[in-house]
């Protein structure tokens, strides 16, 4: 579909959605009409053009019980052979948001690249896109994975969109407008590591803590909104803290309670001894998963086994 097929879509208002970077009716359902008044359309235009949008796309039409028990979502394999065991999905499933956080040196990137090669290599995406907000990404050790997986290495990087943004405005443009484009070529997996670094660089100090949590909350809105109407499957990784009541030793993912009631799935990673290539990860917040599932792993250079 066409932006100039929405009723109420003049020479004049095509412009202002193409300026604000709206790329399909797909996409542009999945504004608020907020934030469409907000570039100069009129309020009562965007009621109407969101309106239409929403139902060319099917977003506003409702589901029976019965529908939605029988629907059936694709599921990629990890290659991490005890999580696509003990996980309800048996593997990744489309249109969820994944959080794994731990320390560093727990693997966590590792497995975000894992996840990103094992999405291409059994066809579940035609692309990644891989946001490295931390610039850990490594080429060389996706190849490895790649081979791990007898695919084609030079076709896995191919196939990799790396972006590495210095700031926040920077991240939240590229889910809000460059994600969109990748999709539409394709694209069903998106991994940011980490989901929160530059949010803690940028928003720094007590005097600052609920700017840095509205803006985390609408940078994860707009993954849920990807989810719905693209199915997008989302894989952050994410930095921890020590527990606020001051329990020795004992962890929690950064972001509160905005990330914690925002992501589908919720993982804790964590190694036994760091100089040992041996971890394991549990649900700290996983539908249909008991939290005291233990999902062992070790490292290599070719991943997460």
Not at 21 to 31: D, P, Q, Y
Not at 40 to 67: N, W
Request: aromatic fraction near 10%.
């Amino acid at each position: 579909m066409s932006l100039k097929d929405i009723e109420g879509i003049g020479p004049k208002t095509l412009e202002k959605l193409k300026e604000l970077g709206i790329t399909s009716v797909e996409h542009l359902a999945e504004f608020t009409v907020e934030e469409l008044v907000a570039v100069g359309v009129e309020y009562e235009r965007a009621v109407k053009i969101l309106s239409e949008a929403a139902q060319r796309v099917g977003s506003t039409k409702p589901k029976t019980a019965i529908q939605f028990r029988q629907e059936r979502y694709k599921v990629f394999k990890t290659g991490l052979a005890r999580f696509d065991e003990k996980t309800p999905w048996g593997g990744i499933r489309e249109a969820f948001i994944y959080e794994f956080a731990g320390e560093f040196g727990t693997g966590k990137s590792m497995f975000a690249h894992q996840l990103a090669v094992a999405s291409l290599a059994s066809g579940f995406t035609a692309r990644v896109v891989y946001i490295d907000t931390e610039g850990t990404f490594n080429d060389k050790l996706a190849e490895a994975i790649a081979k791990r997986f007898d695919a084609d290495p030079e076709k896995i990087l191919q196939s990799i969109f790396v972006y590495q943004p210095a700031n926040v405005a920077q991240l939240e443009q590229i889910v809000k407008f460059e994600v969109p484009k990748h999709i539409q070529e394709g694209c069903r997996v998106l991994v940011i590591d980490t989901i929160t670094a530059l949010y803690r660089a940028e928003f720094v100090g007590r005097e600052m803590l609920a700017t840095r949590q509205q803006r985390i909350h609408y940078l994860v809105d707009w993954l849920r909104r990807h989810a719905r109407t693209f199915n997008l499957v989302s894989i952050l990784t994410n930095q921890v803290m020590d527990m606020p009541t001051g329990m020795a030793g004992m962890k929690t993912p950064v972001g509160g309670n905005v990330l914690a009631h925002a992501v589908n799935a919720r993982f804790m990673m964590m190694r036994y001894n760091k100089a040992k290539p041996e971890g394991y990860m549990w649900p700290l917040d996983v539908p249909g998963m008991a939290p005291d599932v233990r999902i062992e792993y070790r490292i290599t250079e070719a991943g997460l086994e």
